[in-house]
């Protein structure tokens, strides 16, 4: 038995398919041990979306033949995928695996570690493949990479368990056809592929199965969901994602449903009225922004305007009691300009968002966007930045206080000890973080009505259980 040692980057997406690649290699006999002990395998996870992960990928991948320089050390994903000359040039890795192929990796591990024992060569090189051979659908020096841009296949894999206790991401499509300008992802992970509903929906029964109350539908681009089935047409607003939630919403013993990132023009009147008839259904929606400025949105090549995002919000809060509406913004995006900052503070406080992400825009060589001009300095991104993060803080902590003196139904996630006392920490369904004392009777994974008494920390609210 040989121990492997895993480490994730990016998001949920990602999480779900390290989950599913510890599942895969746990069932062919490898023992996974944590990622700072000596290891025979190290594998990483990598991302691509900014400059600063692809640094964050090398670091590990550099730490873990630190840990043990005789150790294979593997990278996989996204920097795999788009990252080919730092690939090729770095000693630190033995064995890289592109997107599509996570399923496979026990297999091409077996293979790999098979090649090396026969072979007189270093690890990851053999005489019949040089290191500078094709990329394209070949396993070559180390590496397995598909052409992701030319395949339509949906990589099927089922989990059984994850590592959190009471929520389960559930990967539901992959791939992106909208091609921001700022944005590598496309090119990282190739053209939208949906998965079969009878698929999620049999891997949401065996999760619920296993104890998981929670699921959380995630993907590349989930407003696009089933596009790419026959007879579909290409991304218009219209979504399959509707259809497949009202599916899942029947399974029983499944308590909530909670979507991922979602494109603003699906929020049409007849999706929002038939996400309203779902009780299951979290009223947590995080709607992509970027910009409140209309000509930023254009240069971001983004499919909306201000105007059609807003009318959107006022359908949520039309069908939706208080949802709590979450949002992504990029500052710094090349040329824009004081007056277009300030467009987008209005449009920011025209909304009032429970939670912003706020990114500064980070240059990615081979998108449209790295070669435009007016590139702003770090200096403006760091100033504006600060900015929207004093009003996210702000309109966050308006959003709580809204909650105090009501009740509301906590799934209870994780004990946590806070000014010495013990607490039960959970999300209500618009993802408000409360904290109940701890009883002898509670436990995680159980759904209990509180009440709201006030702020406990700036993210968290103080409550009580119900009588």
Same mark, same amino acid.
């Given at each position: 038995?040989?121990?492997?040692?895993?480490?994730?980057?990016?998001?949920?997406?990602?999480?779900?398919?390290?989950?599913?690649?510890?599942?895969?290699?746990?069932?062919?006999?490898?023992?996974?041990?944590?990622?700072?002990?000596?290891?025979?395998?190290?594998?990483?996870?990598?991302?691509?979306?900014?400059?600063?992960?692809?640094?964050?990928?090398?670091?590990?991948?550099?730490?873990?033949?630190?840990?043990?320089?005789?150790?294979?050390?593997?990278?996989?994903?996204?920097?795999?995928?788009?990252?080919?000359?730092?690939?090729?040039?770095?000693?630190?890795?033995?064995?890289?695996?592109?997107?599509?192929?996570?399923?496979?990796?026990?297999?091409?591990?077996?293979?790999?570690?098979?090649?090396?024992?026969?072979?007189?060569?270093?690890?990851?090189?053999?005489?019949?493949?040089?290191?500078?051979?094709?990329?394209?659908?070949?396993?070559?020096?180390?590496?397995?990479?598909?052409?992701?841009?030319?395949?339509?296949?949906?990589?099927?894999?089922?989990?059984?368990?994850?590592?959190?206790?009471?929520?389960?991401?559930?990967?539901?499509?992959?791939?992106?056809?909208?091609?921001?300008?700022?944005?590598?992802?496309?090119?990282?992970?190739?053209?939208?592929?949906?998965?079969?509903?009878?698929?999620?929906?049999?891997?949401?029964?065996?999760?619920?199965?296993?104890?998981?109350?929670?699921?959380?539908?995630?993907?590349?681009?989930?407003?696009?969901?089933?596009?790419?089935?026959?007879?579909?047409?290409?991304?218009?607003?219209?979504?399959?994602?509707?259809?497949?939630?009202?599916?899942?919403?029947?399974?029983? @013993?499944? +308590? #909530?449903? $909670?979507?991922?990132?979602?494109? *603003?023009? =699906?929020? &049409?009147?007849?999706? %929002?009225?038939?996400?309203?008839?779902?009780?299951?259904?979290?009223?947590?929606?995080?709607?992509?922004?970027?910009?409140?400025?209309?000509?930023?949105?254009?240069?971001?090549?983004?499919?909306?305007?201000?105007?059609?995002?807003?009318? @959107?919000? +006022? #359908?949520? $809060?039309?069908?939706?009691?208080? *949802?709590? =509406?979450? &949002?992504?913004?990029? %500052?710094?995006?090349?040329?824009?300009?004081?007056?277009?900052?300030?467009?987008?503070?209005?449009?920011?406080?025209?909304?009032?968002?429970?939670?912003?992400?706020?990114?500064?825009?980070?240059?990615?060589?081979?998108?449209?966007?790295?070669?435009?001009?007016?590139?702003?300095?770090?200096?403006?991104?760091?100033?504006?930045?600060?900015?929207?993060?004093?009003?996210?803080?702000?309109?966050?902590?308006?959003?709580?206080?809204?909650?105090?003196?009501?009740?509301?139904?906590?799934?209870?996630?994780?004990?946590?000890?806070?000014?010495?006392?013990?607490?039960?920490?959970?999300?209500?369904?618009?993802?408000?973080?409360?904290?109940?004392?701890?009883?002898?009777?509670?436990?995680?994974?159980?759904?209990?009505?509180?009440?709201?008494?006030?702020?406990?920390?700036?993210?968290?609210?103080?409550?009580?259980?119900?009588?």
């Amino acid at each position: 038995m040989k121990n492997i040692a895993l480490h994730n980057l990016g998001c949920k997406v990602n999480s779900y398919e390290m989950d599913v690649m510890q599942q895969i290699l746990q069932e062919s006999g490898y023992k996974i041990v944590p990622f700072d002990q000596a290891a025979d395998i190290y594998i990483v996870n990598t991302c691509t979306v900014t400059n600063i992960a692809d640094r964050k990928s090398r670091q590990m991948l550099h730490r873990a033949k630190q840990l043990n320089p005789d150790a294979i050390v593997v990278a996989v994903g996204c920097y795999v995928q788009t990252g080919r000359e730092s690939i090729e040039k770095d000693g630190s890795i033995d064995l890289a695996i592109g997107n599509n192929r996570k399923k496979d990796i026990a297999v091409i591990l077996e293979e790999f570690l098979e090649e090396r024992d026969k072979s007189p060569c270093a690890p990851g090189q053999s005489e019949a493949a040089p290191p500078h051979a094709s990329w394209q659908d070949k396993t070559l020096h180390g590496t397995t990479v598909l052409d992701i841009g030319h395949t339509g296949e949906y990589e099927e894999v089922r989990l059984k368990q994850t590592a959190e206790h009471t929520r389960a991401y559930i990967k539901i499509q992959d791939g992106c056809n909208q091609f921001c300008s700022y944005c590598a992802i496309p090119y990282a992970r190739g053209r939208v592929r949906s998965r079969k509903p009878e698929a999620v929906i049999k891997e949401v029964q065996g999760l619920v199965g296993a104890g998981f109350k929670e699921v959380v539908l995630t993907g590349i681009h989930i407003s696009s969901y089933g596009i790419d089935f026959e007879g579909k047409k290409p991304y218009s607003g219209e979504s399959g994602l509707i259809g497949l939630v009202e599916q899942i919403h029947g399974i029983e @013993g499944l +308590e #909530r449903i $909670r979507l991922g990132s979602l494109e *603003p023009r =699906i929020m &049409t009147e007849e999706a %929002v009225k038939r996400l309203s008839l779902l009780p299951k259904l979290c009223p947590h929606f995080h709607l992509s922004l970027q910009s409140g400025s209309d000509a930023v949105l254009k240069r971001m090549n983004r499919h909306y305007t201000t105007g059609e995002y807003y009318t @959107g919000v +006022e #359908r949520l $809060r039309k069908y939706f009691r208080h *949802p709590a =509406i979450t &949002t992504d913004i990029i %500052v710094g995006f090349p040329g824009e300009t004081e007056e277009e900052f300030t467009e987008t503070e209005r449009f920011l406080e025209k909304v009032c968002f429970y939670e912003m992400h706020i990114f500064k825009y980070s240059r990615r060589e081979g998108t449209a966007a790295a070669s435009m001009p007016g590139q702003v300095s770090e200096q403006t991104k760091a100033r504006r930045s600060n900015v929207l993060l004093a009003m996210e803080k702000r309109q966050s902590a308006e959003f709580r206080k809204y909650y105090i003196g009501s009740e509301a139904e906590v799934l209870l996630e994780e004990e946590k000890e806070i000014g010495g006392a013990a607490y039960l920490i959970g999300h209500t369904g618009d993802y408000v973080k409360a904290a109940v004392e701890k009883t002898p009777a509670m436990q995680t994974n159980e759904t209990v009505k509180v009440c709201f008494e006030g702020l406990l920390t700036e993210e968290i609210l103080m409550s009580r259980q119900s009588r």
